[in-house]
């Protein structure tokens, strides 16, 4: 069992570039979250899929970002025309789909700054 | 309204003291989850423990034990002889059922400096 991988786990943009970044859960999880983490603070809930539904999204998720999940394997988050305020970390999680256990399990983040 | 409270911002010790990380939350929910992550400089979220509400049973793990009590609406998590390799921050975070989606809100941490 190798863990949530993200990548890339550094990302350098200019304002108004697209970027996207990849989640690859612990196989077989079907409940998949991302969330965003600035400095000093908690992360924050951005969207949830269970297998290649997405179920919810936060209001945090802005019309310029949009994440997928095809297949129910790996997930994507995608930021268009990104924006000083986007520079985050931004995190991965992964939990089973059982009732006896709801702990998620993150990666290592990607960490984004926007110049 | 859901949310979770770490007042403590930063809290040092020198090795070998016992320190408490206090977590207070809020709900409306009957059924929910607590949580305690570690993370460590390299940023990862390590998973700690997991708490449902109907469970109010202290637990120890080592050096670790928390303490769950529904009447004052806290989790706080206690570490006993500190080391430097438990310097980090620490997040408590809250899940409720009737969200379907069991997401977190986590509080915003407590940096831990452990001094040898």
């Known amino acids: 069992d190798t863990g949530v991988s993200q990548d890339p786990r550094h990302k350098i943009t200019k304002r108004g570039q697209n970027v996207t970044f990849r989640c690859d859960p612990i196989s077989e999880h079907n409940r998949l979250y991302w969330y965003r983490q600035t400095l000093g603070q908690g992360p924050e809930f951005l969207t949830y899929f269970q297998n290649e539904a997405q179920l919810e999204k936060s209001r945090l998720l802005s019309d310029r970002f949009s994440a997928e999940r095809p297949k129910g394997s790996f997930s994507t988050l995608e930021i268009q025309r990104t924006e000083q305020g986007d520079s985050a970390m931004y995190l991965c999680a992964s939990s089973p789909d059982r009732t006896s256990s709801y702990e998620q399990y993150f990666g290592p983040g990607t960490r984004l700054t926007v110049t | 309204a859901q ?86 921050v620490y997040f408590c975070a809250l899940s409720e059922v009737t969200s379907g989606t069991y997401k977190y809100i986590f509080g915003t941490g407590t940096r831990l400096k452990v001094l040898a």
Not at chain 2, 12 to 38: A, H, P
Not at chain 2, 73 to 87: E, H, L, M, P, Y
């Open chain 2, 3 to 88: 949310k979770v409270t770490q007042a403590q911002t930063e809290i040092s010790v020198v090795e070998k003291e016992d320190v408490t990380l206090d977590c207070v939350y809020e709900t409306r929910d009957t059924t929910y989850y607590l949580f305690w992550y570690k993370q460590p400089p390299s940023g990862e979220l390590v998973f700690l423990i997991r708490r449902n509400s109907f469970d109010e049973q202290n637990e120890i793990s080592g050096r670790y034990s928390w303490n769950f009590q529904k009447s004052t609406s806290s989790f706080n998590f206690t570490i006993t002889a500190s080391q430097v390799v438990d310097s980090a």
